[in-house]
């Protein structure tokens, strides 16, 4: 590009206008050297996070903080509910229409319990994680760090994990109830 802008200054030096218009365009073409679409995290390469237009633009940021493991003003225990109760709801239904009993009158109570076995270990995985990463030994060992989000916590993770399990049941027993009471036709 930078040839292409030389043959035009080249050509058209004796309109004032276009000079002007050639100078623009070399400082343009100059920032455009100094921009990549992928970058270090702020500038410090030593950060394991490159910072893209999609991971860096406000409409992402925007969206994370409305999840609810990010929301602000919601206690672990309402984390986990809010979590568990949209597992629940949304595991019940390729329990239902894809298990092997599917076409029988009791499916749909199968992939129920199914949907509730799975919560299950789910939850025993939550238990598992929370035991082995809030540990005494790891929390001794970082001190007492501020916490952005209050459920990383020993404490806060218990209640996570006990909102998940109540919020998941909650949400595969109301799926379960709409699917077996309310007329899709």
């Known amino acids: 590009m930078l040839i292409l802008v ?16 050639i100078k623009i365009l070399n400082m343009i073409l100059k920032q ?4 990549d679409v992928v970058s270090s995290f702020q500038g410090d390469p030593f950060v394991g996070h490159l910072a893209t237009p999609v991971t860096s633009s406000n409409l ?11 929301k602000t003003g919601l ?7 809010n979590i568990g109760f949209v597992h629940g709801y949304f595991l019940l239904g390729p329990f239902v229409q894809l298990g092997p009993l599917r076409n029988s009158e009791v499916g749909g109570f199968v992939g129920f319990v199914s949907t509730i076995s ?9 238990i598992i994680y929370g ?26 993770w218990r209640q996570f994990t006990s909102g998940f399990i109540v919020g998941g049941f909650g949400g595969a027993s109301i799926a379960y109830v709409l699917l077996r009471f309310v007329n899709a036709s």
């Open 60 to 70: 992402t940021k925007t969206y994370l903080s409305l999840l609810p493991a990010y």
């Open 6 to 21: 030389k043959t035009i200054k080249f050509y058209y030096n004796k309109k004032e206008r276009l000079i002007f218009k």
């Open 118 to 126: 799975l919560l299950i270990i789910l939850t025993t995985c939550l």
């Open 75 to 81: 206690s672990p225990l309402l984390r986990g509910i």
């Open 131 to 156: 035991f082995v990463t809030f540990s005494d030994s790891a929390v001794s060992k970082e001190g007492n760090k501020k916490v952005l989000v209050d459920f990383l916590t020993q404490q806060g």
């Open 32 to 35: 455009a050297d100094k921009f």
